[in-house]
């Protein structure tokens, strides 16, 4: 069968690669240990790289207090380092922002892996070494294998010893190059214990605690693994540039929690997902008691929210109290193949037997594989950790509790009063369980109930009275029986009314989030786009929001939509914050506050982005308090909508600006073609008519030369109105013509219009009807004029000599109407509903035999429409046209 290739991976190869053609290339000196020669053999391939022209210079350089390795650095460019006081300690960093002003073609920054400190821009410097590549610029650099992130707990098992610095995956695969520096674990203890790797007291201690023959050859192990990982991906990425034939449907599915040892499932999932070349998710259900959850818990969940973000995975959360219905759901949507859990996880509950996450997950989905790595740190931590917690009671709920129980016992007096059985009592004080469970805000309230119902019915209502004795045999069971029902009544409603809360919670976010979708589909431009998503951002998260449009690469003015919960902080659009907002556009990633970039910022910075191109920051004021991962969630995919549509009005204007423009080139095209074929004639009449009083002007008759001068009059003078006619559509067409608009009476714009027409129109009979009363209009005199001149010529092109032209003008309303009448052979329907049309001729034969270019009556439509009037075409009785156009009435104040 032939294997179809994935074309999502086809995809990422694809951008991966022209990403790459902008970026820095990154080379990692690779080793398995301190001291194999990392940092020696990066400054050997510099001195290399010098000699072949490369501006090289030493970023920074750790020389380990290591002779041959300080001897390298001579002949270096050396970038001095930016000193930080940390306290009472002067701290030595690499100072990115001189390294981004010199710009050199190659700079060496030693160890990845290391912690900034605080006042850094970054709190990692692989971060340093992603903008500089970024920026274009190469990097070499070194890392030893146990600052992998996946392969920490490894590292940790063989050497007990747990190593903070770390770097994501993504950066050792992604690099250019890797060249992994070797030497036999023998000759680097032979280095260790002839003090080129430590000195001599840490270098006994190390030769006894770490570095050991069999830790070494493990630690080496590994390294030449993940190298031999690293080129199976390289060759991947090429059969699937080469379009080779490539399938995979692993997809690999990791269950995230707060524990402390889930960080150890994630980094195992990661691996197997590389493994078998498969998709990575991590999924966290959040359940009822998530609200419940300590600050502490939160954070470690985050922790290991993030953590999973940086191995590759996408992570997804899902809502339910049945966790392993709830994964199991998502496998099947999604498509997961194998479930990657901790073994507490799989452990049995010891109450009633109840089944394990890991029985319920198969009983559910048999078809997934299911793989339990061990944590033995932890059995049941957050349940644990739960019951651990202090119950904080509150006032109100023991007023409430307590009132119930009166009630309760008030009731249970009435019926014991009016000879109801005991049954229908602890009927009662089950019912105040239950109201105590909802009314309440914790579970605790409703518990002690359940005890002390049990505990005042035997008192008030069992032989012998106001006694915890009981005569009657039965009523130990009778008790018990009474407390399990009042318990589990109990337990169910808080359950339920947990869920209702999780559900209301989780419907308003969800409506949020549509609610932005269908406002933003009908908002009309981007400021309205940006209003939209911000006031929803504070419906969603109940924070002020600041937003940067991009204008050509730079950062606009701050927007700010305070929430109005508390008075807005004008820190919050400082110099300082609208450096960070500055940096988040040019490098399109998030940063400021709960971030590893500039987190000293005050607000939470996120490039609204579509792909590449960012359309604007938005800043989140985040307070004390962080955002949970469904909020986090909704953020990023309102944040996501609001890129959408301002992308969607960005090819909007970009498509209205082509059509305009390929408007006007069709318009330039026909004004050309037209030009070219009617301006022929009556330029050839003119050099024709000219040249022959050029040639014999004497032996001419007057009468013959007065005709020719007529006919070089004429067509001269309508050269002179096509110019005029283009002229102003070109103004018309291009938005640039302007109004000048001023107080006339319509009788002498006519009459002024009257002396420029046609000289022919002395072989008609043009009659001016004036209205009874003078009529003011607020127009452009000069267009105005260019409209009755254009109609006028019209009438007399297109009627035979001797047919009457009669101009007249009268009111309606506040309306005034011109109209040009004619007697002429008249236009059929056909034409009339294209008269009005650019370039439209017509089959009308003018009456003179010259073509007209089809300007003029569309010139006059658009001179009346930017006036606020409408020009029109009829019959006239019994034949000819009628042209009427409108114009609006100036009505004059009369001051005394």
Same mark, same amino acid.
């Given at each position: 069968?032939?294997?179809?290739?994935?074309?999502?991976?086809?995809?990422?190869?694809? $951008?991966?690669?022209?990403?790459?053609?902008?970026?820095?290339?990154?080379?990692?000196?690779?080793?398995?240990?301190?001291?194999?020669?990392?940092?020696?053999?990066?400054?050997?391939?510099?001195?290399?790289?010098?000699? &072949?022209?490369?501006?090289?210079?030493?970023?920074?350089?750790?020389? &380990?207090?290591?002779?041959?390795?300080?001897?390298?650095?001579?002949?270096?460019?050396?970038?001095?380092?930016?000193?930080?006081?940390?306290?009472?300690?002067?701290?030595?960093?690499?100072?990115?922002?001189?390294?981004?002003?010199?710009?050199?073609q190659l700079i060496l920054v030693d160890e990845l892996a290391h912690t900034n400190a605080k006042e850094c821009r970054h709190a990692k410097r692989y971060q340093d070494v992603e903008e500089l590549l970024n920026a274009g610029i190469d990097v070499y650099t070194t890392v030893n294998v146990q600052h992998i992130e996946s392969l920490c707990d490894m590292v940790a098992s063989i050497t007990n010893v747990?190593?903070?610095?770390?770097?994501?995956?993504?950066?050792?695969?992604?690099?250019?190059?890797?060249?992994?520096?070797?030497? =036999?674990?023998?000759?680097?203890?032979?280095?260790?214990?002839?003090?080129?790797?430590?000195?001599?007291?840490?270098?006994?201690?190390?030769?006894?605690?770490?570095?050991?023959?069999?830790?070494?050859?493990?630690?080496?192990?590994?390294?030449?693994?993940?190298?031999? #990982?690293?080129?199976?991906?390289?060759?991947?990425?090429?059969?699937?540039?080469?379009?080779?034939?490539?399938?995979? #449907?692993?997809?690999?599915?990791?269950?995230?929690?707060?524990?402390?040892?889930?960080?150890?499932?994630?980094?195992?999932?990661?691996?197997?997902?590389?493994?078998?070349?498969?998709?990575?998710?991590?999924?966290?259900?959040?359940?009822?008691? !998530?609200?419940?959850?300590?600050?502490?818990?939160?954070?470690?969940? +985050?922790?290991?929210?993030?953590?999973?973000e940086q191995l590759g995975a996408t992570v997804e959360t899902t809502y339910g109290e049945d966790i392993a219905l709830q994964i199991s759901e998502y496998a099947r949507v999604a498509g997961i193949s194998k479930i990657v859990l901790g073994r507490s996880s799989a452990r049995k509950k010891a109450f009633l037997g109840k089944q394990a996450l890991t029985e319920k997950l198969i009983a559910y989905a048999?078809?997934?594989?299911?793989? %339990?790595?061990?944590?033995?740190?932890?059995?049941?931590?957050?349940?644990?950790?739960?019951?651990?917690?202090?119950?904080?009671?509150?006032?109100?709920?023991?007023?409430?509790?307590?009132?119930?129980?009166?009630?309760?016992?008030?009731?249970?007096?009435?019926?014991?009063?009016?000879? !109801?059985?005991?049954?229908?009592?602890?009927?009662?004080?089950?019912?105040?369980?239950?109201?105590?469970?909802?009314?309440?805000?914790?579970?605790?309230?409703?518990?002690?109930?359940?005890?002390?119902?049990?505990?005042?019915?035997?008192?008030?209502?069992?032989?012998?009275?106001?006694?915890?004795?009981?005569?009657?045999?039965?009523?130990?069971?009778?008790?018990?029986?009474?407390?399990?029902?009042?318990?589990?009544?109990?337990?169910?409603?808080?359950?339920?009314?947990?869920?209702?809360?999780?559900?209301?919670?989780?419907?308003?976010?969800?409506?949020?989030?549509?609610?932005?979708?269908?406002?933003l589909q009908q908002a009309k431009d981007k400021y309205e786009i940006v209003s939209i998503t911000a006031n929803q951002l504070i419906k969603l998260l109940r924070r002020d929001v600041i937003f940067y449009f991009a204008e050509d690469g730079l950062l606009g003015d701050p927007i700010t939509y305070p929430c109005g919960e508390r008075e807005f902080d004008e820190e919050c659009v400082s110099e300082n914050?609208?450096?960070?907002?500055?940096?988040?556009?040019?490098?399109?990633?998030?940063?400021?506050?709960?971030?590893?970039?500039?987190?000293?910022?005050?607000?939470?910075?996120?490039?609204?982005?579509?792909?590449?191109?960012?359309?604007?920051?938005?800043?989140?004021?985040?307070? =004390?308090?962080?955002?949970?991962?469904?909020?986090?969630?909704?953020?990023?995919?309102?944040?996501?909508?609001?890129?959408?549509?301002?992308?969607?009005?960005?090819?909007? !204007?970009?498509?209205?600006?082509?059509?305009?423009?390929?408007?006007? *080139?069709?318009?330039?095209?026909?004004?050309?073609?037209?030009?070219?074929?009617?301006?022929? $004639?009556?330029?050839?009449?003119?050099? @024709?008519?000219?040249?022959?009083?050029?040639?014999?002007?004497?032996?001419?008759?007057?009468?013959?030369?007065?005709?020719?001068?007529?006919?070089?009059?004429?067509?001269?003078?309508?050269?002179?109105?096509?110019?005029?006619?283009?002229?102003?559509?070109?103004?018309?067409?291009?938005?640039?013509?302007?109004?000048?608009?001023?107080?006339?009476?319509?009788? *002498?714009? %006519?009459?002024?219009?009257?002396?420029?027409?046609?000289?022919?129109?002395?072989?008609?009979?043009?009659?001016?009807?004036?209205?009874?009363?003078?009529?003011?209009?607020?127009?452009?005199? +000069?267009? %105005?004029?260019?409209?009755?001149?254009?109609?006028?010529?019209?009438?007399?092109?297109?009627?035979?000599?001797?047919?009457?032209?009669?101009?007249?003008?009268?009111?309606?309303?506040?309306?005034?109407?011109?109209?040009?009448?004619?007697?002429?052979? @008249?236009?059929? #329907?056909?034409?009339? $509903? &294209?008269?009005?049309?650019?370039?439209? $001729?017509?089959?009308?034969?003018?009456?003179?035999?010259?073509?007209?270019?089809?300007?003029?009556?569309?010139?006059?439509?658009?001179?009346?429409?930017?006036?606020?009037?409408?020009?029109?075409?009829?019959?006239?009785?019994?034949?000819?046209?009628?042209?009427?156009?409108?114009?609006?009435?100036?009505?004059?104040?009369?001051?005394?």
């Amino acid at each position: 069968m032939e294997m179809r290739m994935d074309p999502d991976r086809l995809l990422k190869a694809i $951008t991966e690669e022209e990403n790459k053609e902008n970026r820095g290339h990154l080379h990692i000196f690779f080793g398995y240990a301190a001291g194999v020669g990392k940092t020696y053999a990066m400054l050997k391939a510099a001195h290399a790289a010098k000699r &072949h022209n490369i501006d090289v210079v030493a970023g920074y350089v750790e020389p &380990h207090m290591r002779p041959a390795t300080t001897a390298l650095l001579n002949g270096l460019e050396l970038l001095p380092c930016r000193e930080i006081e940390y306290n009472g300690i002067r701290l030595r960093e690499f100072d990115l922002d001189a390294a981004l002003r010199r710009k050199p073609q190659l700079i060496l920054v030693d160890e990845l892996a290391h912690t900034n400190a605080k006042e850094c821009r970054h709190a990692k410097r692989y971060q340093d070494v992603e903008e500089l590549l970024n920026a274009g610029i190469d990097v070499y650099t070194t890392v030893n294998v146990q600052h992998i992130e996946s392969l920490c707990d490894m590292v940790a098992s063989i050497t007990n010893v747990v190593v903070h610095e770390r770097i994501p995956d993504r950066i050792f695969d992604n690099a250019y190059q890797v060249k992994l520096v070797d030497i =036999e674990p023998e000759e680097l203890i032979a280095r260790l214990n002839e003090g080129k790797v430590y000195q001599e007291n840490q270098a006994q201690k190390a030769v006894q605690n770490f570095f050991t023959i069999e830790n070494l050859t493990a630690l080496r192990e590994i390294a030449l693994r993940r190298c031999a #990982d690293r080129v199976n991906k390289l060759s991947e990425n090429a059969r699937i540039k080469s379009k080779s034939d490539y399938y995979t #449907d692993e997809h690999i599915l990791v269950c995230l929690s707060s524990s402390p040892t889930n960080a150890k499932i994630i980094r195992t999932a990661a691996r197997m997902a590389r493994a078998f070349n498969g998709n990575f998710t991590a999924l966290f259900v959040e359940t009822p008691s !998530f609200s419940t959850m300590s600050e502490e818990n939160r954070k470690r969940l +985050r922790n290991n929210m993030h953590l999973a973000e940086q191995l590759g995975a996408t992570v997804e959360t899902t809502y339910g109290e049945d966790i392993a219905l709830q994964i199991s759901e998502y496998a099947r949507v999604a498509g997961i193949s194998k479930i990657v859990l901790g073994r507490s996880s799989a452990r049995k509950k010891a109450f009633l037997g109840k089944q394990a996450l890991t029985e319920k997950l198969i009983a559910y989905a048999p078809n997934l594989d299911v793989y %339990i790595i061990p944590d033995s740190a932890t059995v049941a931590y957050e349940e644990r950790k739960a019951r651990k917690k202090k119950a904080e009671f509150q006032a109100g709920d023991v007023a409430k509790s307590a009132g119930v129980l009166l009630a309760a016992t008030l009731i249970g007096f009435a019926f014991s009063a009016l000879g !109801f059985s005991e049954a229908n009592i602890i009927t009662v004080y089950i019912l105040g369980v239950l109201i105590t469970a909802v009314i309440t805000s914790q579970r605790i309230y409703s518990l002690v109930s359940s005890v002390l119902s049990v505990l005042v019915f035997n008192f008030f209502f069992t032989e012998p009275i106001f006694t915890l004795n009981a005569y009657n045999s039965g009523y130990p069971a009778t008790f018990l029986i009474t407390f399990i029902a009042a318990f589990i009544t109990s337990s169910l409603a808080v359950r339920i009314k947990q869920n209702a809360r999780q559900a209301a919670r989780m419907a308003y976010r969800t409506k949020v989030l549509l609610d932005t979708n269908q406002m933003l589909q009908q908002a009309k431009d981007k400021y309205e786009i940006v209003s939209i998503t911000a006031n929803q951002l504070i419906k969603l998260l109940r924070r002020d929001v600041i937003f940067y449009f991009a204008e050509d690469g730079l950062l606009g003015d701050p927007i700010t939509y305070p929430c109005g919960e508390r008075e807005f902080d004008e820190e919050c659009v400082s110099e300082n914050e609208r450096a960070v907002a500055s940096w988040v556009l040019k490098n399109n990633k998030h940063a400021g506050v709960t971030t590893a970039t500039l987190a000293n910022a005050k607000c939470l910075y996120l490039a609204v982005r579509v792909g590449s191109r960012v359309y604007g920051v938005a800043g989140i004021v985040m307070g =004390e308090t962080e955002l949970d991962s469904f909020e986090n969630s909704i953020m990023l995919s309102i944040l996501g909508e609001c890129a959408l549509g301002l992308e969607n009005e960005q090819t909007a !204007f970009e498509k209205e600006q082509a059509a305009i423009l390929a408007k006007n *080139e069709q318009l330039r095209a026909n004004l050309l073609r037209s030009i070219s074929h009617d301006l022929r $004639t009556p330029l050839t009449s003119i050099s @024709g008519n000219a040249g022959i009083l050029l040639s014999d002007e004497e032996g001419i008759p007057p009468a013959k030369r007065r005709e020719l001068y007529g006919n070089i009059y004429d067509d001269s003078l309508w050269l002179i109105n096509l110019v005029e006619n283009l002229l102003s559509v070109t103004r018309i067409e291009d938005g640039t013509m302007k109004l000048r608009m001023t107080t006339e009476l319509l009788d *002498e714009i %006519i009459g002024e219009a009257m002396q420029h027409i046609d000289r022919r129109s002395s072989e008609h009979n043009v009659q001016v009807k004036s209205a009874d009363s003078f009529v003011l209009v607020k127009v452009d005199a +000069r267009l %105005i004029m260019q409209v009755i001149i254009n109609l006028v010529d019209n009438a007399v092109k297109y009627t035979p000599a001797g047919s009457d032209i009669t101009i007249e003008t009268e009111t309606s309303g506040s309306w005034a109407t011109v109209t040009v009448a004619d007697n002429g052979g @008249g236009i059929s #329907d056909d034409a009339k $509903t &294209h008269i009005f049309d650019m370039f439209y $001729t017509g089959d009308t034969k003018v009456a003179d035999s010259r073509r007209s270019l089809g300007l003029g009556l569309a010139l006059c439509k658009s001179i009346v429409a930017a006036h606020g009037g409408k020009i029109t075409v009829s019959d006239n009785k019994p034949h000819g046209a009628v042209f009427a156009f409108t114009l609006p009435i100036e009505e004059v104040t009369l001051h005394e």
